[in-house]
């Protein structure tokens, strides 16, 4: 049916926007709290086989609810900016209806306006006759002008004619414009269809993540421009106070990975917004065949099932970041950072990527990082950051690759960093929160770039530096805190604490390269003794000439020259001597149960305990 400008005048927009989808969505996302929040938490101390098959039913209703919770919204939303949007033609049209009953002229069921006899005519001097014209946006209209309405291309001398021509024009172009909006509404919410069947599973989800599409794409001018995506993280948490309940409503229905990547939004609300997020993440991932896909979604579904399998005693687990781009992005933290008064953030280093292993490994170092701070603080968080793509060079091949490490990783993350830790500070309630930046491997690097920025780490009192190749940095007052307030663990059997500087490395490598090259005329026997003789004498050349503080990255941050507090660590396996190869030193830091010493230590300077540390002598 063709909307008519009658019809656009009596519309009723509310009968959109106080439609049932809305209390359909509050009602399952409280459904879906319920069973989360209460009824699973109640099995966590039953076993037995009976405790584990309610346990999955409750999952999967639990995801039924989150799919009827996101595809409400959606649909919520749709007919919300439509009515936003025919609300727009609805108040133009009127003010043109205005206009017409102001100057007396009639408007006629077809949208034409009728007008009086008004002016002269030059000849008679009688007065010109009245008329009517139609707009010329209105519907094609093929049939002849009616006796009296004004010709194309006539100018008119009755003054009213020209008048009448511009109300007639702005009620055909509002009626226009909301014709076009209620078919292209139309459209939208007919694509708004939820796959067949009552499981939800994958492919419902990547349906649903192309309903979202759907719905960006015709509630952008709603919704999309009002999330303001390059203000600051404290100027975006005063924006989402300034929200009613049910603005926010509609952007986590529609924007959860926009919203849930946003540094100054409320952890909880990012939380909320990733969970919805990754199920639409696994969706996609699993139509994809290539291996990064596979990779990404290994460590999505390791992810999913740590939040949904959290342990008695426990602090709570927070998704406050999750994407797909480069080799991925997961920020999670244990306990919630936004009411804890010790917050710290870890950054990972070479070859961390969202896989398996970074849900096996950094996420365990985050929950074990928040276990021991928890025990001198029970007001303490802690969070690993994979906000950035940290070099992929693989660890074991360290050593033999050093001419392929630089900067730029940790100097293209440092910004982002910083916006995350700007906005741990905007949201976090304390009055006075005790904020640590905390980087292990190249992460460190990333961190000392960070902290080398204008004004630092936003909301920064401690920088805890472990298994660092270097900051980049000299000096630990360059990092912004103060040299008191940065803190080093460096087991002496870790060889990346012990790289060596950039002249010894390129020495090494020139040798062993001029060594392989005497070597090849020797035949397999003679290669590797030239190869290691020619890489001693470039690395001893390199080294001659620097500063024995100097390792890879800028001055040892455990060296004396450094300045910083160097706190004590287990040594750990020799490499290749003991363990398991070169590098199981450099992974002990963060486990209490591999180095106690350096776990225990990490937990009291981020619960603001740093004068209880146990400490040894720098380098």
Not at 174 to 196: G, M, Y
Request: glycine letters at 10%.
């Amino acid at each position: 049916m063709t909307l008519t400008w009658e019809q656009l005048r009596d519309l009723k927009t509310t009968e959109c926007t106080e439609a049932a989808w809305a209390e359909a969505s509050t009602r399952a996302d409280a459904a879906r709290d319920r069973i989360s929040m209460q009824m699973v938490k109640s099995l966590e101390s039953q076993k037995g086989a009976s405790a584990s098959s309610a346990y999955e039913r409750l999952k999967r209703l639990d995801r039924n609810f989150d799919f009827i919770h996101t595809e409400c919204g959606l649909i919520r939303t749709t007919l919300d900016s439509l009515a936003h949007e025919l609300s727009a033609e609805q108040v133009r049209l009127k003010g043109a209806l205005d206009d017409a009953a102001a100057h007396g002229y009639a408007v006629h069921a077809d949208g034409s306006v009728q007008y009086p006899a008004g002016g002269e005519n030059l000849v008679t001097k009688e007065p010109v006759p009245g008329g009517t014209v139609r707009g010329t946006r209105y519907l094609l209209d093929t049939r002849p002008p009616s006796p009296g309405q004004q010709q194309p291309g006539f100018i008119n001398p009755n003054p009213h004619a020209a008048v009448a021509q511009e109300i007639a024009n702005r009620m055909a172009s509002a009626v226009s414009a909301a014709q076009e909006v209620d078919s292209r509404f139309v459209r939208a919410l007919n694509r708004l269809k939820a796959p067949d069947g009552l499981e939800v599973t994958d492919a419902t989800w990547a349906d649903a993540a192309a309903d979202a599409q759907v719905v960006r794409e015709e509630a952008r001018d709603y919704l999309r421009d009002t999330i303001p995506e390059k203000s600051s993280p404290a100027e975006r948490a005063a924006w989402w106070k300034g929200l009613t309940l049910e603005q926010r409503a509609e952007l986590l229905a529609v924007y959860p990975d926009v919203l849930g990547n946003l540094d100054g939004i409320p952890s909880a609300v990012r939380d909320d917004a990733n969970r919805d997020n990754l199920q639409m993440l696994m969706g996609k991932l699993s139509g994809q065949d290539d291996e990064k896909s596979r990779t990404q979604l290994a460590g999505m579904r390791s992810i999913d099932s740590q939040l949904w399998n959290q342990k008695p005693g426990e602090p709570p687990m927070y998704l406050l970041g999750i994407g797909d781009q480069g080799g991925g992005r997961a920020i999670v933290a244990f306990g919630n950072p936004d009411t804890s008064r010790n917050v710290s953030a870890y950054v990972p280093g070479l070859g961390t990527a969202l896989d398996a292993d970074f849900a096996r490994n950094d996420v365990q170092r985050a929950r074990d990082t928040a276990l021991g701070a928890q025990r001198y603080d029970p007001s303490s968080a802690a969070i690993v950051w994979l906000g950035y793509d940290a070099p992929q060079l693989p660890a074991d091949q360290l050593a033999d690759n050093l001419d392929v490490m630089s900067e730029d990783h940790a100097r293209r993350g440092a910004p982002d960093y910083n916006r995350f830790m700007a906005g741990i500070s905007a949201t976090n309630e304390n009055p006075n929160p005790h904020i640590t930046a905390l980087g292990h491997s190249y992460g460190s690097l990333t961190v000392g770039q960070a902290a080398q920025l204008d004004g630092g780490i936003p909301g920064a009192d401690d920088i805890i530096l472990i298994g660092s190749p270097g900051t980049g940095a000299h000096h630990a007052d360059q990092l912004n805190v103060g040299k008191d307030h940065v803190f080093v663990g460096a087991s002496d059997h870790d060889p990346v604490t012990m790289l060596p500087n950039k002249s010894e490395s390129n020495g090494l490598l020139s040798g062993v390269s001029v060594g392989v090259g005497l070597g090849v005329g020797l035949g397999p026997a003679g290669l590797p003794a030239l190869a290691a003789a020619g890489g001693a004498a470039g690395y001893f050349v390199g080294d001659a000439v620097t500063d024995e503080s100097e390792i890879y990255f800028g001055t040892d941050p455990a060296s004396r020259d450094f300045g910083a507090h160097r706190f004590l660590v287990a040594d750990g396996p020799k490499p290749f001597i003991e363990g398991n190869g070169p590098f199981d030193a450099h992974s002990n830091y963060f486990n209490p149960l591999k180095d106690q010493d350096s776990a225990s230590n990490i937990a009291r300077i981020i619960a603001g305990q740093p004068g209880a540390i146990s400490t040894e002598e720098p380098r």
